[in-house]
């Protein structure tokens, strides 16, 4: 054994005994890690991280040991819903995250758009949302102001990276994507411009910002931007990437995603392996898309979700909501992925025509566990099998995971307490493993979105809403007006998932899974070794096979037949004593079946 191996023993058994693993998961580590990093390079050069990344993999495999250096924070606590605002200032796109050392740390943001004044606002809560400090992001440079759209996400090692535009402080153009790092939300550090803007007639918008926190990813700690680009400079519109390997000290070449100026409000997710996502909506095309790289950014192939029908327009010939002189507002996807399955959660809005005489804005969600190559049937947000349709407006959908709870999150405006579907709130979902969702109001009370923040009409609420999850700790942001004040406020949220879970009586119970067998792709494919896993839900409890067939449709064997409650399954296949070529897989039960292709390579 290499002495950088029997380093590795070392450091895996001490981590391992505070988890209580098993010597043979130990051994199966150990084999895992040396023939990963065969010269022991990564190891030395970063031990304190390397350590951080087995502890981090035996929380997401086995649901316990925490990771080094962590705090000690107080009990969790749900402090509920609160007005958090900033002077008697106007905010509105609100995003906010919980850092990943100590969880009662959250920092929040938002535009501030006070008459003569636009600026970013940050809020902090050092004790799980019980009390708040609002103050403005740094000065910036002598020449910039700040411009809006701001997006803040939370890395491993206990940063926060805030993203927002900027704009010339004596003229419109160019607008200028900014990432500025702190670690306690009052020290801002490496306020750095993202992306080359060489067209004087050019800006940055709509940005989007996420941290690989995957233990598993070889690019563990990367944080990557997204935003869209209008230019007179080629090329001239769409999509761009950026990613930063040094906390945001430097940014790497701008990456052309698109070339259309229609592609907007990107979200960016990363997976268990290091998979990078961006989805946006294609808005002349009326799709929503997801673009995939699986090389750490550097080429990306097209995966789409859906079509959807686009909202009514308002008198300013905007996407709209609540007639000719409501908000803008766009049904643009959000997404989030489990760091333990790699299941990709979505949820996309679309204008939903009920009837004749009836129609709102719908949320959809549906899910992928092959990245996007297909999607479970969509299934509407809000509305349940046991409660009747309402038929009210939900929008502004936005989405979070907890790899401790390994849980996924949405929080979403929704007009269904109004009779007249005009005062909204917000309510978050809790998405299972066992595909149940939970839904319960998070605001205390209704408000007018046709209120506007601008002063003016049609009115104006932001493009979006936020949340964020860890260690059971869920905190989401939004902006709505207040009574009696002439003005927009920002309120947070901030509780635990069990209190959400056991007021559920309060709320509403949906099985998102009620009729479908579901079949994912297995993995790896194509399978090289022998062995692969597939994942699938079943519908109801009953005896639930998989069989194999040749290209030609021939029945070879049934890979396994067995008695399965309803819910969402992995389990290994074995694809031995096969030639090189194209098979088929079916998943079926009394009533159904779903098929997928496998390609084995001997």
């Given at each position: ?123 902090v ?51 200028q ?68 390997d040094?906390?945001?000290k ?16 990107a979200?960016?997710c ?11 909506g ?77 129609s ?37 959908p ?53 209120y506007?923040?601008f ?15 860890h ?17 927009g ?10 209190t959400?879970?056991?007021s559920?009586g ?30 699938f ?66």
């Open positions: 054994m290499m002495p950088h191996q029997r380093r590795i023993v070392f450091v895996l058994l001490f981590v391992s005994a505070s988890a209580g693993l098993r010597a043979q998961t130990v051994q199966q580590m150990i084999e895992k890690e040396c023939s990963s990093d065969p010269n022991g390079k990564f190891l030395f050069d970063h031990s304190d991280a390397y350590r951080n990344r087995i502890l981090r993999r035996i929380r997401l495999q086995f649901g316990s040991a925490e990771a080094p250096h962590q705090s000690s924070p107080a009990i969790l606590s749900d402090a509920g819903s609160k007005d958090i605002f900033y002077d008697a200032s106007d905010q509105n796109e609100t995003t906010i995250a919980i850092n990943r050392r100590d969880p009662n740390l959250i920092i929040a943001g938002s535009n501030d758009q006070s008459e003569g004044d636009q600026g970013m606002i940050v809020y809560t050092k004790d799980g949302g019980l009390s708040w400090h609002t103050s403005r992001l740094p000065p910036l440079p002598e020449d910039r102001l700040a411009a809006g759209d701001p997006v803040i996400a939370a890395s491993d090692d206990g940063r926060f990276y805030y993203a927002f535009l900027t704009n010339p402080k004596y003229a419109p153009l160019p607008i994507l900014v990432v500025a790092v702190s670690v306690d939300g009052e020290n801002w550090t490496d306020m750095q411009p993202v992306g080359v803007q060489p067209a004087e007639r050019s800006f940055q918008d709509k940005p989007a910002i996420a941290v690989d926190n995957s233990p598993f990813s070889s690019h563990y700690g990367r944080v990557y931007t997204a935003w869209t680009l209008t230019s007179d400079d080629k090329p001239y519109d769409g999509l761009r990437l950026s990613y930063t040094d906390h945001g430097t940014w790497s070449k701008t990456k052309v995603l698109t070339d259309q100026g229609n592609n907007l409000f979200q960016v990363t997976g268990r392996n290091g998979e990078v996502l961006v989805s946006y294609s808005l002349d095309d009326s799709l929503h898309e997801v673009l995939l790289s699986l090389d750490g950014g550097k080429t990306f192939q097209n995966r789409s979700i859906t079509a959807f029908i686009p909202y009514p327009s308002n008198n300013a010939d905007r996407p709209s909501l609540k007639g000719a002189q409501g908000f803008r507002a766009y049904p643009c996807p959000s997404m989030a992925i489990d760091l333990l399955t790699n299941r990709l959660h979505v949820v996309y809005g679309t204008w939903m025509p009920w009837n004749e005489k009836d709102s804005a719908a949320l959809l969600y549906t899910f992928s566990d092959d990245l996007g190559a297909s999607w479970m049937p969509p299934v509407p947000v809000g509305e349940t099998e046991n409660t009747p349709q309402l038929h009210r407006d939900h929008f502004f936005w989405m979070a995971y907890d790899e401790s709870t390994h849980e996924t999150s949405l929080i979403y405006y929704s007009s269904e307490a109004d009779p007249g579907n005009l005062f909204s709130k917000p309510y978050r979902a809790i998405i299972t493993d066992q595909l149940n969702s939970f839904f319960s109001p998070i605001g205390d009370s209704l408000f007018d979105p046709l506007s923040s002063h003016s009409y049609p009115a104006f609420i932001g493009d979006y809403i936020g949340c964020d999850a260690k059971n700790r869920f905190a989401a942001a939004w902006t709505q007006n207040r009574p009696n004040h002439d003005d406020d920002v309120f947070a949220y901030v509780g635990t998932t069990d959400l879970v056991s559920v309060g709320g509403r119970t949906m099985k998102l899974n009620s009729d479908r067998l579901w079949l994912s792709e297995c993995y790896p494919n194509p399978v090289t070794s022998g062995s692969a896993t597939v994942s839900t079943v519908a109801h409890s009953c005896i639930t096979s998989l069989d194999l067939f040749s290209e030609d449709g021939k029945f070879l064997r049934t890979l396994f037949s067995e008695q399965y409650g309803a819910g969402s399954y992995s389990r290994g296949v074995y694809f031995g004593g096969l030639s090189a070529g194209a098979y088929t897989i079916r998943l079926r039960d009394e009533n159904q079946s779903v098929d997928r292709e496998v390609i084995v390579l001997r």
